[in-house]
């Protein structure tokens, strides 16, 4: 039995939902649709000519075995990213949760990393492994192994996704923290008082009435992988060794505003969002009801 | 009570400086300098600024050579383009095919009435920047070539000597195994791979790296760097490579960081490297021509350039035209370009600046600065060795780089990935051909 609000007349919800339908349609739809129009064309640079190609802008990528193979990194990267992100994240919080002393310090400096940039960030991790001063990759030259991002492609996608996860595990570590301090602490007595150990509680009672926040996390976490670590990508590795990490979203950048070539990067744009588009749809149809609110 | 004095303040600052700027045409110039490059690109204008009242030139970094072209064009689009623009040598191929947005050096020299003479710049460099009917597009201003850096205290330390003759490919092999041999580590490195490697080689060689004259000749020119002269020399470096006798360091001039804090004992890097070189490197060093394979081609032909040409953008008044004309006048002028040469390691771009520099003794005091000068104007230049004009080029390096770190990672050998590279960077020269 739901509840629902009914309206007299037109006029006044159509102006409570008007600030949303406006905001979308002008920094949604249009640019949408501007890219759309614009994957059909091959344009100079300058805008001085456009020149008609129908889908041959389409073609010319999708026969293109590299940006196939982009696809395949971008789902290694994005996996991974969430993953790096939300166990440690996770991992943090319950220890917090467990905290009496000290928790206000250790939840802010938790919580910092992720005031810094992602190409800030990028650099910080560049300098660690920088393969000629770097403080890791001397560590890891002194136990006799020699990391070089620059020319082996797993090292340097292991290299982004830690860089990327890395400020992003303070985000997730503020909504677990804050779901895990929502939990009843009666029902986690009333287990206790079973039996039932720390793990067994965890695994039957704290990770279920998590979910939510886990669900919310894993979308919100890939549409970040998807689109806002290309900062990390550019200063780190800017996409090799050859084109080991470039994931979609950095290709649209790197044809797009330093290759010039508008018409490849705007059908490049239209792909990445029917994908992420067709990726949310699978999200909410079949992982979220396994979430129970 | 404060804070109204600062409002009032600002409000009055904004108000006045419109009336400022009424004395004075302003002329923007967009450039990509920073550190010391930055800072006597700032004394030049400062000092045009003060050699008359007429005009007055900002001058504004917008990040590397890649993001200020780009600055460029969107601000093009967006009817906000500066008067000058600095653009590398990479993006020539796209400032040429863009005829409503660039105004010829020629023609706005003829609106200034500044004096202008094209036979007074060097062949080699004016090359590069003159259409095929004799029009100067773009002035050349900051130009360099690839030579090879030697450092000597390295060499003494693995036992090699290091006045040793380093002219061909075959003699640096040897070197290279005696250096490492030595216990050097990294015997060789290079910066700008595709730059030095495969264009430079190429014209070195004097086969082709495109064809139609490298593109001169029309946009409907195909690579064609996957010769066996390229690939011999780039197979032998992927064996170097291998045998740990060539490090490699990064796309761009990351090497420089590892020769500079004396790891490397050779370096493949542009003249311009000189004044990083000489203010960092705590050791013995000396500048030698780039390396040849002997019997090769009809190598040594001459190197060619790479650095950065202004262009003059589109869409503004008169006036202001003939103020960029006279700050293009003065940049070219001799004092002012054999300064800049002396200073940076660029090449002078005028013969006049390169006799001033020779007169005033300073190839004399500073060993080895002339090679770059006569490295490149060591031979007429050839259909092959004119240089390079290819549209999207910045992006067909990005593909030479990740065909040739395949090769230094032993993934790939030299006759494959230079065979992809020449395939995929078609396509881009093809879609290049469709957009102009």
């Known amino acids: ?293 | 009570m404060k804070k109204f004095t600062v409002g009032a303040l600002i409000a009055g600052s904004t108000a006045l400086s419109p009336f400022a700027a009424y004395a004075e045409t302003e002329i923007q110039f967009w450039h990509a300098f920073t550190g010391r490059l930055g800072e006597l690109v700032a004394a030049q204008v400062e000092d045009f600024n003060a050699s008359q009242d007429e005009f007055k030139v900002v001058a504004t970094h917008k990040g590397n050579y890649s993001e200020t072209l780009n600055a460029g064009i969107a601000a093009f689009r967006a009817g906000e383009q500066p008067h000058i623009l600095m653009v590398f040598e990479v993006g020539t191929a796209t400032m040429m095919s863009a005829a409503g947005a660039v105004r010829s050096v020629t023609k706005v020299m003829e609106t200034s009435g500044a004096e202008f003479d094209p036979d007074a710049y060097i062949g080699a460099v004016k090359g590069y920047y003159t259409s095929t009917d004799g029009e100067m597009l773009s002035l050349p201003f900051n130009a360099s070539t690839p030579v090879l850096w030697v450092n000597r205290d390295a060499f003494k330390a693995a036992g090699v000597d290091p006045d040793t003759d380093l002219s061909t490919w075959q003699n640096v092999g040897e070197v290279l195994t005696q250096l490492r041999d030595g216990g050097s580590e990294c015997p060789l490195t290079t910066a700008w791979q595709s730059w030095i490697h495969l264009e430079n080689f190429s014209a070195y060689h004097d086969v082709p790296f495109a064809t139609q004259d490298n593109g001169f000749g029309g946009l409907n020119t195909e690579l064609a760097f996957n010769g066996p002269e390229q690939v011999a020399h780039i197979s032998a470096m992927g064996e170097w490579a291998r045998d740990g006798k060539f490090f490699y360091a990064g796309r761009r001039n990351e090497g420089g960081a590892n020769f500079r804090a004396g790891e490397c004992a050779l370096f493949t890097e542009s003249s311009a490297g000189y004044a990083g070189i000489k203010a960092e490197a705590g050791f013995d060093f000396d500048v030698r021509p780039l390396p040849y394979w002997e019997g090769v081609g009809n190598a040594p032909q001459n190197t060619i350039i790479g650095g950065a040409s202004l262009w003059v953008m589109e869409g503004h008044e008169d006036a202001e035209y003939k103020g960029a004309g006279q700050f293009l006048s003065y940049l070219s002028s001799s004092d002012v370009q054999a300064q800049w040469h002396q200073d940076t390691g660029y090449l002078p771009i005028t013969s006049a600046a390169a006799d001033a520099t020779r007169a005033a003794g300073f190839y004399d005091e500073n060993l080895g600065t002339e090679v770059a000068v006569l490295q490149m104007t060591r031979n007429e230049p050839t259909a092959n060795s004119k240089g390079l004009r290819l549209g999207s080029f910045d992006q067909i390096r990005g593909i030479i780089d990740e065909e040739l770190e395949a090769v230094w990672a032993g993934d790939k050998d030299a006759q494959t990935a230079l065979d992809s590279a020449v395939k995929r960077g078609d396509q881009l020269l093809r879609r290049f051909e469709a957009a102009n």
Not at chain 1, 52 to 76: C, H, I, K, Q, W
Not at chain 1, 186 to 205: H, L, M, N, P, Q
């Open chain 1, 1 to 293: 039995m739901e509840k629902r609000v009914t309206f007299k007349g037109w006029l006044l919800p159509l102006c409570l939902i008007a600030p949303q339908v406006l905001v979308s349609a002008i920094f949604f739809f249009y640019p949408a649709g501007q890219a759309i129009w614009q994957s059909l064309f091959i344009p100079d640079p300058f805008g001085l000519s456009m020149q008609y190609v129908g889908l041959g802008n389409f073609e010319y990528l999708l026969s293109d075995p590299y940006y196939r193979t982009s696809f395949l990194t971008t789902a290694v990267f994005s996996l991974l990213v969430t993953l790096c992100s939300m166990v440690p994240a996770l991992f943090l919080a319950v220890v917090a949760d467990r905290l009496i002393k000290g928790a206000g310090v250790y939840r802010t400096m938790l919580i910092w990393p992720y005031a810094v940039a992602p190409a800030i960030a990028g650099v910080l991790w560049l300098f660690m492994f920088n393969t000629r001063v770097g403080v890791v990759s001397w560590y890891l030259g002194q136990l006799g192994y020699d990391w070089n991002h620059v020319l082996n492609g797993s090292e340097a996608m292991g290299l982004v996704v830690v860089a990327s996860a890395w400020g992003r595990i303070s985000y997730n570590f503020l909504f677990f923290f804050a779901a895990l301090q929502a939990i009843p602490k009666s029902v986690i007595e009333a287990a206790a008082i079973d039996g039932a150990r720390f793990w067994k509680r965890f695994w039957t009672i704290v990770l279920p009435l998590l979910s939510p926040t886990t669900f919310f996390l894993l979308v919100v976490n890939i549409v970040y992988a998807f689109f806002e670590t290309f900062g990390v990508i550019h200063t780190i590795t800017s996409g090799g060794p050859q084109q080991s990490t470039t994931i979609l979203v950095y290709k649209v950048f790197s044809d797009g505003f330093v290759g010039q070539d508008l018409g490849s990067s705007a059908a490049q744009s239209v792909i990445l969002l029917v994908v992420v588009g067709a990726l949310t749809i699978f999200q909410f149809k079949f992982i979220e009801r396994r979430v129970h609110y």
